[in-house]
T-cell receptor, first 113, second 114 residues
Framework: AQSVTQLGSHVSVSEGALVLLRCNYS??????LFWYVQYPNQGLQLLLK??????LVKGINGFEAEFKKSETSFHLTKPSAHMSDAAEYFC???????????FGTGTSLTVIP | DTAVSQTPKYLVTQMGNDKSIKCEQN?????MYWYKQDSKKFLKIMFS???????INETVPNRFSPKSPDKAHLNLHINSLELGDSAVYFC?????????????FGEGSWLTVV
């Protein structure tokens, strides 16, 4: 069985500060890992994903995440937070059929001016 | 063009009513999903269809019945609505057969049962 754990349901950062959103996964097979963002009153959109190859993955809006197998982690980072980054962020893992996604419980990011 | 579109976006209805939410995707995907997001933002999968066939059916009351007339459409019908059904319902789609598929979500349907 697969699962993801997002540490911290709420994260607040100052504008211009580093954003770090944590995600740990559990998987018995090589995982495929995703970060999605949900802006208020909108659907989820893909930020970035890891399938194979380079473990540092770059996504949209300056976000990136690093797959660390030894730590079973896929933390999301952005060097400098912008007000427009305020949203809900979801980490997800899928199995090798791609038919089932397991979403984390989400982290709400607040950016303080 | 919207890749995954669902209607209506907002729906307010009384307890006991029957309602439907429609979903269409123009991405050529084989797999479609319905997710429920509660007030705490938890996302829970309800159903998954692959080429019109049900492949995932999580523990959902049988008042919820998905229908897939073709692989581009997956509608959700809800009978005898209850207060606890109030939530945001997301339709989504993905390719099948390729590992690491991305799920593409619709904009959501906000259901309020009063």
């Amino acid at each position: 069985a697969q699962s993801v754990t997002q540490l911290g349901s709420h994260v607040s950062v100052s504008e211009g500060a580093l954003v770090l959103l944590r995600c740990n996964y559990s998987s018995s097979v090589p995982p495929y890992l995703f970060w999605y963002v949900q802006y208020p009153n909108q659907g989820l959109q893909l930020l970035l994903k890891y399938t194979t190859g380079a473990t540092l993955v770059k996504g949209i809006n300056g976000f990136e995440a690093e797959f660390k197998k030894s730590e079973t982690s896929f933390h999301l980072t952005k060097p400098s937070a912008h007000m427009s980054d305020a949203a809900e962020y979801f980490c997800a893992v899928s199995d090798n059929t791609g038919n089932q996604f397991y979403f984390g419980t989400g982290t709400s990011l607040t950016v303080i001016p | 063009d919207t890749a995954v579109s669902q209607t209506p976006k907002y729906l307010v209805t009384q307890m006991g009513n029957d309602k439907s939410i429609k979903c269409e995707q123009n991405l050529g995907h084989d797999t479609m999903y319905w997710y429920k997001q509660d007030s705490k933002k938890f996302l829970k999968i309800m159903f998954s269809y692959n080429n019109k066939e049900l492949i995932i059916n999580e523990t959902v009351p049988n008042r919820f019945s998905p229908k897939s007339p073709d692989k581009a459409h997956l509608n959700l019908h809800i009978n005898s609505l209850e207060l606890g059904d109030s939530a945001v319902y997301f339709c989504a789609s993905s390719e099948t057969g390729a590992s690491g598929n991305t799920i593409y979500f619709g904009e959501g349907s906000w259901l309020t049962v009063v």
